[in-house]
């Protein structure tokens, strides 16, 4: 192990912006003995420490590993560009926060991999760290480079420079990994050794023991694998019951987005959203009991001395305890200053009573609903049915109950979206705004966020289009003259920052190639507004002598061979084009805890599911 | 309303290492949820947002580090003060460090409207002698006025200066400085160095002392 030179390191941590986010020396971090353990993990969020260190999967992560004794974690996020360019200038190689030792020296960097964007920020990574980019570059010198998160339920434009990816909730399967990699180190064996291994772990897929073999236009036509008892599917793992609340929520020096104690109420989501990555690939849904909330928070505010906490979930509403969770959470917090935000609720009158119950806990500012289509067509083919009548008495609900600030989240680009469904949302928001205005005069203030929709992997949508970008341009400019004439608050993405998510999430290995490419031509920070410059991409993609257009815009027959298909997230692909099917003929779906629809969960999971009323999954 | 007499602590600490690298209005965010994790009965702002009161003598500069920092915060009842340095110094990361801890009487004047001075110790690296820093510092000094800029205008700092005095040790070359640091006249030592052909990085600038009004 080579620490950096903390002289030469101050003398640049001087010039650079923010410096705080490269030194760590956080309350509830934890600094080992480097020697005193045996195992060394370097924990990565491929963006700046603001973003990366909200990550609730990293938290756990960090806590359980740093509980080991025997095991050590640190962190590390993508430095700034000026911090960047200083340690290239200086020829240092990217450190980590705890101990300042290169990541190049730690035994596994596990990446999280939350959205596509992020992937050429992986690359420069690597580099800064001195790690060869391609898995088949690296050695037993090298770390063993993991991954895990939600993009991984599509690791294939990755699957050249990922060692093995993590498939789904990585709470066990990591320190199956650790053992693998410990059992592997002792025998000194070769790094193909390590791979073969790590194959045979439930929920890993290690992307070089699998072939593919495309047809001549360009789709798949079939994926397997090369060495013998690699399993033809790699099903994802979960955590039968919600991991124990984080105990010491690091808390950051330097301010950062969703500065606050999180404590997750509920993992994965019901309702059966057809466009919904998420809602799929967390299933199936798990609760945690109030009791375990209510210590957790109790837990949060001493050891973090946050004044802001936030409930996270999927649908808050859909906890089957929510009503007594905010009575409690208020009785438990009532004489302390805590500020409680409960996000993702139901379009409902019972949300407003929800949020009444936490009475002068919850937050200043909006509420916000996610009505995401405004005609009822539309929201058949979504499967997000809710009339008319219910958003309009929920609204009349929360302006009545005080609220002065209503934030709607809708998206365009919907399979099947007309015009009219466009015009719709501006007639909704119009008729919101007046309904406001007779109720609570002139400080009524509506926000209308549009996003652009992206086909997913996994959802019944996968078989869908993206439409194209200069026709959603059209639709977001009908909406913000709308808007403006009636002076309501709108915000959109631009049309062509949704590309590259949109080719990246259904893309297969050959992205790799363009992704090296596309970074090699400056590339990085994509998911930020002033970081993509889709000219860095599509001169990648000619480069790599790929067309963008095969990833976004053709038709996809149902019986394609997708690139994802041999990772399962226990939903099966059956399922998904039954309800795609639905979707075209415009029919709904119930809520999947008031009847099995057999999506394929229960199948997979049956054998694991806990059987004490306390861990409560939300399968009938 | 808090009917009560707040009880007001006054504590000097140093701030060191990886701390010096967060800047002020982290620092107060800090210290607000460092004390909330002491459990002391705190006293918040009156308004409308309340807050943890707590009141910095003066902002020091990222990359500083501060043997002199002087921090007063409120509570609602008396509390032994012995017991408060415990809870609060083991509620602080390790490069925040309480050096004194007193009470003061609720009506004194605050921080900011009394602090007048600032000292400040900076070392050189080993290439710089003592005399030619003298000699450039001479020389510096020497004019009438001393021009520097601040967010594009100029600024005399030649008034603000108060002490200079170059002198060795530990094998080092090192400048005793007192400078302003009231709200209105505010010197800042890294502008001096600056004039000096060196780049403030390359020095250790340290806070020794914060000077009061009597």
Not at chain 1, 129 to 144: A, K, N, V, Y
Not at chain 1, 293 to 303: H, M, N, P, Q
Not at chain 1, 361 to 381: K, N, S, W
Not at chain 1, 435 to 446: A, D, I, T
Request: one cysteine or more; a negative charge.
């Amino acid at each position: 192990m080579t620490l950096i030179d903390k002289k030469v390191l101050d003398k640049f941590l001087y010039h650079v912006e923010k410096p705080g986010r490269y030194v760590g020396g956080e309350h509830n971090m934890v600094l080992k003995d480097w020697h005193a353990v045996d195992t060394r993990l370097v924990l990565a969020f491929p963006d700046i420490y603001d973003l990366g260190q909200a990550n609730l999967g990293l938290s756990i992560l960090y806590e359980l590993v740093n509980d080991r004794p025997n095991l050590l974690a640190e962190r590390v996020f993508s430095p700034w560009h000026d911090m960047e360019n200083a340690l290239r200038e200086h020829d240092i190689p990217l450190f980590s926060l705890e101990s300042k030792t290169p990541i190049k020296d730690f035994d596994i960097l596990g990446i999280t991999l939350p959205y596509e964007s992020i992937y050429t920020n992986v690359l420069n990574l690597l580099d800064l760290s001195g790690i060869p980019l391609r898995s088949e570059q690296r050695d037993s010198r090298h770390p063993l480079v993991i991954a895990g998160g939600q993009a991984c339920f599509n690791p294939e434009p990755m699957a050249d420079f990922i060692d093995a990816f993590a498939i789904g909730d990585g709470e066990e399967v990591i320190f199956e990994i650790i053992q693998a990699y410990q059992e592997w180190k002792s025998k000194n064996l070769d790094k193909k050794a390590l791979l073969r291994s790590l194959a045979l772990i439930r929920g890993v897929y290690v992307p070089s023991l699998y072939e593919v073999k495309y047809f001549d236009d360009g789709r798949i036509k079939k994926v397997f694998p090369k060495v013998d008892g690699t399993p033809k599917t790699v099903l994802k793992r979960i955590s039968p019951t919600l991991p124990a609340p984080i105990k010491k929520q690091i808390v950051p020096n330097v301010q950062i987005v969703h500065d606050r104690i999180a404590v997750e109420i509920m993992r994965g989501c019901t309702r059966g959203c057809r466009f919904c990555h998420a809602g799929i690939v967390n299933r199936p849904v798990r609760q945690r009991n109030p009791e375990e909330i209510l210590e957790a928070i109790e837990l949060g505010v001493k050891a973090t001395g946050y004044e802001d906490l936030s409930l996270l979930s999927l649908s808050s509403s859909d906890h089957t305890k929510i009503l007594d969770i905010t009575k409690a959470v208020y009785e438990q917090n009532k004489d302390r200053r805590l500020s409680v935000s409960l996000p993702s609720l139901r379009i409902e009158s019972f949300s407003v009573d929800l949020m009444d119950e936490l009475k002068e806990l919850r937050p200043g500012g909006g509420f916000t609903i996610a009505p995401e289509a405004a005609t009822d067509r539309m929201r058949a083919v979504i499967n997000k049915p809710l009339p008319d009548e219910i958003l309009f008495e929920t609204v009349e609900t929360i302006f009545n109950h005080g609220w002065l600030n209503l934030k709607m989240y809708y998206m365009i680009g919907l399979p099947g979206e007309r015009m009219e469904d466009v015009e719709a949302i501006l007639e909704t928001a119009r008729k919101v705004q007046q309904m406001g205005k007779r109720l609570r005069g002139n400080r009524v203030r509506v926000h209308v966020s549009i996003g652009t929709f992206i086909p997913k992997p996994h959802t019944p949508f996968q078989w869908a289009n993206s439409e194209d970008p200069e026709s959603v341009q059209k639709k977001i400019d009908f909406l913000r003259e709308g808007m403006r004439q009636s002076k309501i608050k709108l915000s959109y993405n631009r049309p062509d920052s949704t590309l590259l998510e949109a080719w990246l999430s259904r893309g297969d290995r050959r992205l790799g190639k363009v992704i090296e490419r596309a970074w090699q031509n400056g590339a990085k920070f994509d998911a930020w507004d002033e970081g993509f410059q889709k000219d860095y991409w599509y001169k990648a993609f000619e480069e790599a002598d790929i067309k963008p257009d095969f990833y976004i815009n053709r038709f996809r027959d149902i019986n394609e061979n997708f690139p994802w298909d041999h990772i399962s997230t226990g939903v099966s692909k059956d399922f998904l084009l039954e309800e795609y099917e639905m979707s075209q003929r415009g029919e709904t779906r119930l809520d999947c805890r008031k009847g099995c629809h057999v999506c394929g969960i229960l199948d997979c999971f049956s054998d694991i599911r806990p059987n004490q009323e306390n861990t409560y999954w939300g399968c009938p | 309303m808090n009917p009560i007499t707040p009880f007001r602590v006054r504590i000097k600490f140093a701030k060191s290492e990886n701390l010096r690298f967060i800047g002020h209005l982290d620092l107060q965010r800090l210290f607000e949820r460092a004390l909330n994790r002491t459990g002391l009965p705190l006293r918040y702002t009156q308004g409308f947002s309340p807050k943890i009161r707590i009141n910095i003598a003066s902002a020091l500069p990222l990359g500083f580090i501060s043997r002199a920092e002087v921090l007063d915060f409120w509570l609602n009842a008396p509390v032994d003060l012995i017991e408060i340095c415990g809870k609060l110094q083991s509620a602080l990361p390790k490069d925040l460090h309480i050096l004194d801890i007193q009470e003061i009487p609720n009506k004194a004047p605050s921080l900011q409207a009394s602090v007048l001075l600032s000292e400040y110790i900076i070392t050189f690296p080993d290439t710089y002698a003592q005399d030619d820093v003298n000699a450039s510092l001479f020389d510096i000094y020497e004019q009438e006025t001393i021009q520097v800029e601040r967010r594009g205008k100029m600024v005399d700092i030649k008034p603000m200066i108060k002490m200079l005095k170059v002198f060795i040790e530990d094998n080092s070359t090192k400048l005793r400085l007192q400078m302003d640091s009231s709200a209105t006249h505010n010197g800042r030592p890294d502008e001096l160095i600056k004039l000096l052909d060196i780049d403030p990085a390359d020095v250790i600038i340290e806070r020794v002392n914060l000077i009061f009004e009597e």
